[in-house]
Nanobody, 121 residues
Framework: QVQLVESGGGLVQAGGSLRLSCVAS????????MGWYRQAPEKQRESVAA???????TYADSVKGRFTISRDNAKNTVYLQMDSLKFEDTAVYYCNADILSLRSSRYTDYWGQGTQVTVSS
């Protein structure tokens, strides 16, 4: 079974940094896009950053210039480097990947369990 597991969340002061990691494992044939989403209480889930297999990236306006997404295709891993963190970055961060498994004939979206990021003032 395909799984995504995030790590690296925690409590940090405003202006600080965190680096999130997400590893995909299981019966994986191929991975296309990967990305990070976040959801704060009483708000809808929003896209934070995305990266294609070839390394093209996109960012939400709210994090542009502060966050950097990257990936290691050999390790099936995507990262999110978060710098200059603000209180409004506080949310549960979810890893997402579009994956073709060995048992499937189509790509399917997979989600991690989420990791809490809390920014204090």
């Amino acid at each position: 079974q395909v799984q995504l597991v995030e790590s690296g969340g925690g409590l940090v002061q405003a202006g600080g940094s965190l680096r999130l990691s997400c590893v995909a494992s299981g019966s994986i044939f191929a991975i296309k896009d990967m990305g990070w989403y976040r959801q704060a209480p009483e708000k809808q889930r929003e896209s934070v950053a995305a990266i294609t297999f070839g390394g093209s990236t996109t960012y939400a306006d709210s994090v542009k210039g502060r966050f950097t997404i990257s990936r290691d295709n050999a390790k099936n891993t995507v990262y999110l480097q978060m710098d200059s963190l603000k209180f409004e970055d506080t949310a549960v961060y979810y890893c997402n990947a579009d994956i073709l498994s060995l048992r499937s004939s189509r790509y399917t979206d997979y989600w991690g369990q989420g990791t809490q990021v809390t920014v204090s003032s």
